[in-house]
């Protein structure tokens, strides 16, 4: 595990970003104590589809009449 400075990260951002991709835990720190962690990103997969779930969620009429006294509490 690396650690480097907020000054040195941003110098060498490109630099510590390759660094994650390959594996290595990057740890950001402000003077002596770490704030941040720089790991890679695993597990997306693929691309978001606006819209996918059109048609598949149901909203009842329920959802839309006012709250009922004691659940209106909860909120204040």
Known sequence: MAIFSV???KTNLSRLLKKAEAGEEIVIARGATPV???VAVRGIKGKRKPGSM????RVGREFFEPLPPSELKGWR
């Not at 059109?54 to 969620?57: E, N």
């Open 54 to 57: 059109k048609g598949k969620l």
């Open 36 to 38: 941040a962690q720089l």
């Open 7 to 9: 000054h040195k990260a």
